[in-house]
């Protein structure tokens, strides 16, 4: 079989026409919902994931953690999360966009609210691994469905919000958790917020989320599109013309047209945008599953308390709230690449405050958050553009594959493999923030060296588009 060329899977007409009729509905309260549920989403399936962390400290006790099953807790569920990633991966396309998040929002949140039930390592580590697996495709589909939905202009606006909220519960997780130490059954507690959320969150998603009129159309519903689309215009409080169905013109040709092979992630053209993105990925996610997973484990064993060492972890994601909000905000006048450079560039001083910290004596605990800020509010937060310039690499007939892929594989190595190898030597400040500051600085300049400025229309690709001035 042959793969498609670009620009044989690129926007056809009818898309274009569709495409600039959602960018063309000003923002509007309709919008801002759409924000607020995935943003919902967002917090609920950060709060179940990041409690890894806080579960090797809290259940080691209790449980009888083994360092063989800590070491399988720090790695294993991020493989699975990869697996689950590439599973949704294989079949988001054909899948719609909101099938995919209700799926995993269900799954992760059922998962979760079985953890207070377990007695054993072993359950633990299972219930952990099945979460993996489920969440796989729900943490990276909400950003293919957003930016569909998204007028291009403020597609910048939802990836602040929902980056924000993944880090407001990145933040609360390790304050339950340093409130909750001491308690036999602290981890049992930890989990029972993210695991109620099985009641309410995926009903809210389902009533409140609309589908992807691109998607529909590319599926050659065109009717379904357009009635999307005027959906949303009226719900926008009708600012702008309704779409008709002539209007898209020869919009069978999309009903003729199967999907793009998977391959075609890895066609001439494709194949350097797939990899730029993913790269991107790969280094500023480094630096998070190496604080999400494993810095409490890091300051405890660097000779800083359990409390203080989720204090610490949890002002880390504090300075991250603010910082993703920023992030977005540069998005627009530096442009994607630009503004990953800056974030990952910006925190190698206090990448280099934290690894010096243990030689600051007295001041140990100061210089370590002060260089945790300054990482939190940088790199920790380059996900608002690394993410939305991900799913802009690829046409929307690849987009849910494409996104979904990219973040699963990025994960394999930036939460699985350099996780479980850092691991041993969490307790050398050397080895465990100098890793984070070699990975931080080469990808700090990936996408300005390899990569092209995209542009946020969704029905060109970045191959067909000139390079930012």
């Known amino acids: 079989m042959s793969v498609p060329s670009l620009a044989e899977i690129s926007g056809s007409p009818a898309s274009r026409v569709l495409g600039n009729k959602l960018d063309s509905i000003p923002f509007s309260g309709y919008h801002m919902l759409i924000i607020a549920v995935l943003a919902l989403v967002g917090f609920v399936e950060g709060y179940d994931l990041v409690m890894t962390g806080s579960l090797l400290v809290l259940a080691k006790a209790p449980l009888h953690l083994t360092d063989a099953d800590i070491r399988l807790l720090v790695s294993g569920p991020t493989f699975m999360l990869c697996l689950g990633g590439f599973i949704f991966s294989a079949v988001s396309d054909h899948l719609s966009r909101k099938s995919i998040v209700l799926i995993g929002v269900f799954l992760t949140t059922f998962l979760t609210l079985l953890i207070p039930l377990v007695q054993n390592a072993e359950q633990l580590i299972i219930l952990r691994l099945l979460t993996g697996v489920g ?71 389902y009533f409140a989320l609309p589908g992807s009129p691109r998607w529909h159309l590319r599926k050659g519903h065109a009717q379904a599109a357009v009635d999307l689309v005027n959906r949303i215009i009226a719900r926008a409080g009708n600012r702008v013309p309704p779409l008709t169905l002539a209007q898209l013109g020869d919009h069978q040709k999309e009903a003729r047209e199967k999907l793009p092979p998977y391959w075609a992630l890895f066609a001439p053209g494709q194949l350097r945008w797939t990899t730029v993105g993913i790269l991107s990925g790969i ?149 465990f923030f100098g890793t984070i500051f070699v990975v931080v600085a080469i990808g700090a300049f990936i996408p300005v060296l390899f990569g092209k400025e995209t542009v946020g229309q969704l029905e060109l690709v970045t191959e067909t588009v000139p390079e930012f001035a």
């Open 135 to 205: 969440a796989g495709g729900v943490v990276s589909a909400a950003f293919p469905i957003a930016v569909e939905l998204m007028p291009a202009q403020h597609r910048r606006t939802y990836s602040a919000v929902y980056e924000m909220a993944l880090a407001s519960s990145f933040t609360v997780v390790p304050f339950v958790a340093g409130l909750l130490a001491g308690n036999a059954n602290a981890f049992r507690y930890l989990a029972l917020p993210g695991g109620l959320a099985v009641t309410v969150v995926p009903a809210i998603v």
């Open 283 to 431: 280094c500023a996610g480094t630096a998070f599953f190496l604080v999400s997973g494993l810095l409490p484990k890091a300051l405890v064993e660097q000779g800083l308390g359990v409390g203080v060492g989720f204090g610490i972890t949890s002002l880390v994601y504090a300075a991250s709230i603010p910082g993703k909000g920023f992030t977005g905000f540069l998005m627009e006048i530096l442009g994607r690449r630009w503004t990953i450079c800056y974030a990952l560039a910006g925190s190698l001083p206090g990448i280099c405050l934290m690894l010096l910290a243990h030689r600051a004596g007295g001041y140990a605990t100061l210089v370590m958050v002060t260089g945790g800020l300054i990482t939190g509010f940088t790199v920790l937060s380059a996900f608002t553009a690394t993410r939305v310039y991900l799913s802009e690499q690829f046409p929307t007939a690849l987009r849910g594959r494409g996104h979904i892929f990219g973040e699963a594989f990025g994960r394999l190595f930036a939460g699985g493999v350099i996780p479980f190898v850092m691991e041993p030597h969490v307790g050398s400040p050397t080895i």
